[in-house]
Protein backbone atom coordinates (compact mmCIF):
# COMPACT_ATOMS: atom_id res chain seq x y z
CA UNK A 1 0.00 0.00 0.00
CA UNK A 2 1.35 3.61 -1.00
CA UNK A 3 -0.70 5.30 1.94
CA UNK A 4 -2.75 5.58 4.14
CA UNK A 5 -6.05 5.89 3.29
CA UNK A 6 -8.75 7.00 5.11
CA UNK A 7 -12.61 5.00 4.55
CA UNK A 8 -14.70 7.29 6.64
CA UNK A 9 -14.11 11.06 5.39
CA UNK A 10 -17.07 12.40 7.00
CA UNK A 11 -15.07 11.71 10.40
CA UNK A 12 -11.37 12.97 8.68
CA UNK A 13 -13.80 15.95 7.99
CA UNK A 14 -14.55 16.44 11.19
CA UNK A 15 -11.52 15.84 12.67
CA UNK A 16 -9.85 18.39 10.64
CA UNK A 17 -12.37 21.02 11.91
CA UNK A 18 -12.08 20.31 15.42
CA UNK A 19 -8.69 20.79 15.26
CA UNK A 20 -8.68 23.32 13.25
CA UNK A 21 -11.44 25.57 15.66
CA UNK A 22 -9.17 24.08 18.75
CA UNK A 23 -5.81 25.33 17.31
CA UNK A 24 -7.46 29.16 16.03
CA UNK A 25 -8.99 29.80 19.66
CA UNK A 26 -6.11 28.36 21.35
CA UNK A 27 -3.08 29.21 19.48
CA UNK A 28 -3.66 31.25 16.09
CA UNK A 29 -0.25 30.40 14.44
CA UNK A 30 0.16 30.32 11.00
CA UNK A 31 2.70 27.40 10.66
CA UNK A 32 1.17 25.47 13.41
CA UNK A 33 -2.47 25.40 11.96
CA UNK A 34 -1.22 24.77 8.27
CA UNK A 35 1.53 22.14 9.39
CA UNK A 36 -1.59 20.41 11.24
CA UNK A 37 -3.98 20.41 8.33
CA UNK A 38 -1.08 19.38 5.86
CA UNK A 39 -0.24 16.63 7.90
CA UNK A 40 -3.57 15.40 7.81
CA UNK A 41 -3.94 15.67 3.75
CA UNK A 42 -1.13 13.94 3.07
CA UNK A 43 -1.73 11.18 5.17
CA UNK A 44 -4.82 10.67 3.02
CA UNK A 45 -1.61 10.42 0.06
CA UNK A 46 1.54 8.88 0.32
CA UNK A 47 4.63 11.34 -0.22
CA UNK A 48 5.93 9.81 -3.37
CA UNK A 49 1.98 10.01 -4.78
CA UNK A 50 1.76 14.09 -3.52
CA UNK A 51 5.05 14.81 -5.81
CA UNK A 52 3.97 12.74 -8.67
CA UNK A 53 0.41 14.69 -8.73
CA UNK A 54 1.86 17.76 -8.08
CA UNK A 55 5.77 17.58 -9.64
CA UNK A 56 5.08 17.59 -13.56
CA UNK A 57 7.82 17.07 -15.66
CA UNK A 58 10.51 17.04 -12.47
CA UNK A 59 13.08 14.47 -13.03
CA UNK A 60 12.40 11.64 -10.52
CA UNK A 61 15.55 12.13 -8.20
CA UNK A 62 14.90 16.29 -8.37
CA UNK A 63 13.96 16.17 -4.73
CA UNK A 64 15.17 19.72 -4.09
CA UNK A 65 12.44 21.17 -6.82
CA UNK A 66 9.99 18.34 -5.28
CA UNK A 67 10.31 19.85 -1.38
CA UNK A 68 10.03 23.36 -2.74
CA UNK A 69 6.76 22.59 -4.50
CA UNK A 70 5.78 20.80 -1.33
CA UNK A 71 6.78 24.32 0.98
CA UNK A 72 4.66 26.44 -1.91
CA UNK A 73 1.21 24.07 -1.58
CA UNK A 74 2.49 23.95 2.09
CA UNK A 75 2.30 27.80 2.55
CA UNK A 76 -0.96 28.07 -0.05
CA UNK A 77 -2.89 25.43 2.13
CA UNK A 78 -2.49 27.43 5.02
CA UNK A 79 -3.58 30.92 3.17
CA UNK A 80 -6.11 29.53 2.17
CA UNK A 81 -7.53 27.84 5.44
CA UNK A 82 -6.24 31.03 7.71
CA UNK A 83 -8.14 33.82 5.05
CA UNK A 84 -11.57 33.09 6.33
CA UNK A 85 -10.50 33.87 9.98
CA UNK A 86 -8.45 36.57 9.39
CA UNK A 87 -11.04 39.21 11.80
CA UNK A 88 -11.40 36.58 14.04
CA UNK A 89 -7.66 36.47 14.86
CA UNK A 90 -7.12 40.12 14.60
CA UNK A 91 -9.80 40.16 17.42
CA UNK A 92 -7.93 37.53 19.25
CA UNK A 93 -4.41 39.38 19.33
CA UNK A 94 -5.57 42.43 20.11
CA UNK A 95 -7.15 41.08 23.35
CA UNK A 96 -4.34 39.11 23.97
CA UNK A 97 -1.61 41.73 23.81
CA UNK A 98 -3.47 44.74 25.08
CA UNK A 99 -1.19 47.38 26.39
CA UNK A 100 -1.26 48.02 29.99
CA UNK A 101 -0.87 51.95 28.96
CA UNK A 102 1.55 54.41 30.50
CA UNK A 103 0.85 55.35 34.20
CA UNK A 104 1.53 59.39 34.22
CA UNK A 105 2.19 60.85 37.12
CA UNK A 106 -0.09 62.93 38.76
CA UNK A 107 0.12 66.32 41.06
CA UNK A 108 0.78 65.91 44.42
CA UNK A 109 0.56 69.03 46.31
CA UNK A 110 -1.99 70.91 43.83
CA UNK A 111 -5.87 70.90 45.40
CA UNK A 112 -8.70 72.69 45.99
CA UNK A 113 -8.08 73.52 49.79
CA UNK A 114 -4.47 75.02 48.68
CA UNK A 115 -6.22 77.52 46.03
CA UNK A 116 -8.16 79.15 49.37
CA UNK A 117 -5.34 81.62 49.99
CA UNK A 118 -2.78 82.95 48.17
CA UNK A 119 0.27 82.08 50.27
CA UNK A 120 -0.73 78.41 50.20
CA UNK A 121 -1.35 78.33 46.29
CA UNK A 122 2.18 79.82 45.36
CA UNK A 123 3.66 77.06 47.95
CA UNK A 124 1.81 74.06 46.87
CA UNK A 125 2.61 75.21 43.34
CA UNK A 126 6.69 75.34 44.75
CA UNK A 127 6.21 72.15 45.74
CA UNK A 128 5.12 70.66 42.86
CA UNK A 129 7.50 72.72 40.83
CA UNK A 130 10.20 70.95 42.70
CA UNK A 131 9.00 67.51 41.99
CA UNK A 132 8.83 68.77 38.30
CA UNK A 133 12.61 69.30 38.17
CA UNK A 134 13.30 65.87 40.54
CA UNK A 135 12.13 64.09 37.79
CA UNK A 136 13.51 66.08 34.66
CA UNK A 137 16.57 65.45 36.53
CA UNK A 138 16.32 62.05 36.43
CA UNK A 139 15.19 61.82 32.99
CA UNK A 140 18.51 64.11 31.55
CA UNK A 141 20.96 61.91 34.02
CA UNK A 142 19.65 58.74 32.39
CA UNK A 143 19.80 60.36 28.86
CA UNK A 144 23.55 60.52 29.36
CA UNK A 145 23.95 57.42 30.47
CA UNK A 146 24.29 57.94 34.44
CA UNK A 147 22.69 57.21 37.32
CA UNK A 148 20.69 59.50 39.02
CA UNK A 149 21.89 57.50 42.85
CA UNK A 150 25.24 57.96 41.98
CA UNK A 151 25.18 61.45 40.71
CA UNK A 152 23.73 62.38 43.97
CA UNK A 153 26.38 60.80 46.06
CA UNK A 154 29.80 61.71 46.79
CA UNK A 155 31.57 59.60 44.28
CA UNK A 156 33.91 61.19 41.89
CA UNK A 157 32.03 61.94 38.88
CA UNK A 158 35.22 62.01 36.12
CA UNK A 159 35.33 58.31 37.65
CA UNK A 160 31.65 57.72 37.32
CA UNK A 161 31.92 58.80 33.22
CA UNK A 162 34.62 56.69 33.07
CA UNK A 163 32.81 52.99 34.51
CA UNK A 164 29.63 54.43 32.05
CA UNK A 165 31.10 55.36 28.87
CA UNK A 166 28.97 53.10 26.71
CA UNK A 167 25.52 55.28 26.59
CA UNK A 168 22.52 52.26 27.13
CA UNK A 169 19.50 54.30 24.87
CA UNK A 170 16.53 55.65 26.61
CA UNK A 171 13.26 56.90 25.50
CA UNK A 172 13.10 60.53 26.13
CA UNK A 173 9.55 60.64 25.33
CA UNK A 174 8.21 57.70 26.86
CA UNK A 175 9.65 58.95 30.19
CA UNK A 176 8.73 62.66 29.55
CA UNK A 177 4.79 61.34 29.13
CA UNK A 178 5.16 59.33 32.19
CA UNK A 179 6.77 61.68 34.56
CA UNK A 180 6.91 65.18 33.08
CA UNK A 181 4.20 65.89 30.81
CA UNK A 182 0.52 65.77 33.26
CA UNK A 183 2.74 67.45 36.36
CA UNK A 184 3.31 70.36 33.86
CA UNK A 185 -0.11 70.45 32.83
CA UNK A 186 -1.65 70.56 36.16
CA UNK A 187 0.85 73.32 37.30
CA UNK A 188 -0.15 75.26 34.27
CA UNK A 189 -4.32 75.18 34.50
CA UNK A 190 -3.55 75.25 38.22
CA UNK A 191 -2.03 78.87 38.18
CA UNK A 192 -4.36 79.70 35.44
CA UNK A 193 -7.20 78.88 38.00
CA UNK A 194 -6.18 81.46 40.59
CA UNK A 195 -8.44 84.13 41.55
CA UNK A 196 -7.03 86.79 43.89
CA UNK A 197 -5.85 89.87 41.58
CA UNK A 198 -2.37 89.34 39.01
CA UNK A 199 -1.72 93.64 41.82
CA UNK A 200 -1.15 90.89 44.48
CA UNK A 201 2.31 89.99 45.79
CA UNK A 202 1.75 86.50 45.16
CA UNK A 203 1.01 87.23 41.15
CA UNK A 204 4.63 87.45 40.93
CA UNK A 205 5.81 84.35 42.55
CA UNK A 206 3.32 82.21 40.51
CA UNK A 207 4.68 83.96 36.98
CA UNK A 208 8.38 82.92 37.94
CA UNK A 209 7.65 79.54 38.72
CA UNK A 210 5.68 79.00 35.89
CA UNK A 211 8.67 80.16 34.04
CA UNK A 212 10.61 77.99 35.81
CA UNK A 213 8.32 74.63 34.98
CA UNK A 214 8.68 75.72 31.20
CA UNK A 215 12.80 75.83 31.99
CA UNK A 216 12.47 72.67 32.74
CA UNK A 217 11.02 71.44 29.49
CA UNK A 218 12.60 72.74 27.80
CA UNK A 219 16.01 71.53 29.41
CA UNK A 220 14.27 67.97 28.36
CA UNK A 221 13.81 69.18 24.75
CA UNK A 222 17.29 69.89 24.18
CA UNK A 223 18.48 66.87 26.20
CA UNK A 224 16.54 65.25 23.51
CA UNK A 225 18.08 66.72 20.96
CA UNK A 226 21.58 66.07 22.65
CA UNK A 227 21.09 62.00 23.10
CA UNK A 228 21.26 61.32 19.17
CA UNK A 229 25.26 62.51 18.73
CA UNK A 230 26.30 61.27 22.30
CA UNK A 231 24.91 57.91 21.48
CA UNK A 232 26.82 57.43 18.35
CA UNK A 233 29.77 59.47 19.25
CA UNK A 234 30.40 57.71 22.74
CA UNK A 235 31.23 54.59 20.14
CA UNK A 236 33.57 56.53 18.06
CA UNK A 237 37.18 55.42 18.20
CA UNK A 238 38.71 58.73 18.31
CA UNK A 239 39.19 59.50 21.89
CA UNK A 240 39.52 63.18 20.66
CA UNK A 241 35.23 62.95 20.28
CA UNK A 242 34.46 60.70 23.16
CA UNK A 243 36.59 63.26 25.93
CA UNK A 244 34.73 65.93 24.59
CA UNK A 245 31.44 64.32 24.72
CA UNK A 246 32.37 63.29 28.51
CA UNK A 247 32.93 66.67 29.14
CA UNK A 248 29.18 67.55 27.98
CA UNK A 249 28.36 64.54 30.74
CA UNK A 250 30.50 65.97 33.25
CA UNK A 251 29.44 69.63 33.16
CA UNK A 252 25.45 68.55 33.16
CA UNK A 253 25.80 66.28 35.70
CA UNK A 254 28.09 68.55 37.91
CA UNK A 255 25.59 71.12 37.44
CA UNK A 256 23.16 68.98 38.74
CA UNK A 257 24.97 67.33 41.85
CA UNK A 258 25.29 70.94 42.55
CA UNK A 259 22.00 72.37 42.10
CA UNK A 260 20.85 69.25 44.25
CA UNK A 261 22.89 70.64 47.28
CA UNK A 262 21.15 73.79 46.81
CA UNK A 263 17.95 72.30 46.84
CA UNK A 264 18.54 70.41 50.43
CA UNK A 265 20.49 73.31 51.86
CA UNK A 266 16.62 75.42 51.35
CA UNK A 267 14.46 72.93 52.06
CA UNK A 268 16.35 70.37 54.73
CA UNK A 269 18.61 73.41 56.62
CA UNK A 270 15.90 76.08 55.91
CA UNK A 271 18.68 78.14 54.62
CA UNK A 272 17.46 81.24 52.54
CA UNK A 273 19.33 81.35 49.38
CA UNK A 274 20.07 85.14 47.68
CA UNK A 275 18.79 85.40 44.13
CA UNK A 276 21.90 87.43 42.96
CA UNK A 277 24.18 84.20 44.07
CA UNK A 278 23.27 82.50 41.05
CA UNK A 279 24.98 84.76 38.59
CA UNK A 280 28.38 83.05 40.13
CA UNK A 281 27.15 79.90 38.19
CA UNK A 282 26.16 81.94 34.78
CA UNK A 283 29.50 83.40 35.07
CA UNK A 284 30.81 80.04 35.18
CA UNK A 285 28.55 78.56 32.89
CA UNK A 286 29.79 81.09 30.56
CA UNK A 287 33.08 80.21 30.84
CA UNK A 288 32.75 76.45 30.44
CA UNK A 289 30.62 77.48 27.07
CA UNK A 290 33.81 79.59 25.73
CA UNK A 291 36.72 76.69 26.98
CA UNK A 292 34.55 74.22 25.42
CA UNK A 293 33.94 76.24 21.85
CA UNK A 294 37.81 77.33 22.00
CA UNK A 295 38.80 73.19 21.97
CA UNK A 296 36.72 72.22 19.26
CA UNK A 297 38.09 75.18 17.36
CA UNK A 298 41.66 73.78 17.80
CA UNK A 299 40.48 70.20 17.51
CA UNK A 300 39.66 71.36 14.32
CA UNK A 301 42.34 73.30 12.93
CA UNK A 302 45.18 70.28 14.53
CA UNK A 303 42.97 67.88 12.39
CA UNK A 304 42.09 65.61 15.01
CA UNK A 305 38.54 65.73 14.37
CA UNK A 306 36.99 65.95 11.23
CA UNK A 307 35.32 69.33 10.58
CA UNK A 308 31.39 67.45 10.00
CA UNK A 309 32.39 66.09 13.44
CA UNK A 310 33.61 69.53 15.18
CA UNK A 311 30.36 70.87 13.89
CA UNK A 312 28.03 68.09 15.64
CA UNK A 313 29.83 69.05 18.68
CA UNK A 314 29.59 72.56 18.00
CA UNK A 315 25.67 72.03 18.04
CA UNK A 316 25.64 69.62 21.02
CA UNK A 317 27.67 71.98 23.22
CA UNK A 318 25.06 74.35 22.44
CA UNK A 319 22.58 72.38 23.56
CA UNK A 320 24.53 71.51 26.72
CA UNK A 321 25.06 75.46 27.35
CA UNK A 322 20.83 75.78 27.40
CA UNK A 323 20.21 73.05 29.34
CA UNK A 324 22.42 74.46 31.88
CA UNK A 325 21.05 77.96 31.34
CA UNK A 326 17.43 76.66 32.03
CA UNK A 327 18.18 74.30 35.12
CA UNK A 328 19.93 77.46 36.73
CA UNK A 329 16.87 79.90 35.18
CA UNK A 330 14.71 77.50 37.18
CA UNK A 331 16.40 77.35 40.44
CA UNK A 332 16.60 81.00 40.75
CA UNK A 333 12.63 80.66 41.79
CA UNK A 334 12.27 76.95 43.16
CA UNK A 335 15.24 77.43 45.50
CA UNK A 336 14.82 80.61 46.88
CA UNK A 337 12.85 79.92 50.27
CA UNK A 338 11.35 83.43 50.51
CA UNK A 339 10.28 84.10 47.13
CA UNK A 340 7.33 86.01 48.11
CA UNK A 341 10.39 88.55 49.32
CA UNK A 342 12.14 88.44 46.25
CA UNK A 343 11.51 92.03 44.40
CA UNK A 344 11.64 93.17 40.65
CA UNK A 345 14.07 95.31 41.03
CA UNK A 346 16.35 92.37 42.82
CA UNK A 347 15.44 90.26 39.66
CA UNK A 348 16.55 93.23 37.08
CA UNK A 349 20.15 92.91 39.10
CA UNK A 350 21.19 89.31 37.91
CA UNK A 351 23.15 89.22 34.90
CA UNK A 352 22.64 88.95 31.42
CA UNK A 353 24.67 87.31 28.75
CA UNK A 354 25.99 90.58 27.87
CA UNK A 355 26.80 91.60 31.09
CA UNK A 356 28.37 87.77 31.85
CA UNK A 357 30.77 88.39 28.91
CA UNK A 358 31.85 92.14 30.63
CA UNK A 359 32.14 90.56 33.93
CA UNK A 360 34.54 87.51 32.51
CA UNK A 361 36.57 89.88 30.78
CA UNK A 362 37.46 92.07 33.78
CA UNK A 363 38.09 89.32 35.74
CA UNK A 364 40.75 88.22 33.12
CA UNK A 365 41.92 91.57 32.91
Known amino acids: ?61 DYTLKLAIFHTLFNLVGVAIMLPFISRMVIFLERALRSEGIKVDQPKYLNDAAMAFPDTLVSAVRQETVRLYQHASHIILKTIGLSPRSVFSEQDLQQLIVQNRKIPPYDVD ?120 A ?7 EHKIKPEEGTSLINDSSYMYEIKKHLVAMAETVFIVQQQNTTESERELTLDDNELVKVMQTEND
Do not use: C
Open 174 to 293: VAYNRSVKGIYSAIIAYISQASFTWEMRQSGSLYWLREASRHIVEAIKDTKHLQKNLLKMSFSSNHFITDEYEKIRYQIADLLRQLELFRLQAETAGEEIGLLSFDVFKVKLKEQDQQMN
Open 295 to 301: SIDALIR
Open 1 to 61: MNGLIYNDKKILLLTIFILLAYALWLSPDFNQIAAGVAIFLFGMLSLEQGFQSFAVDISES
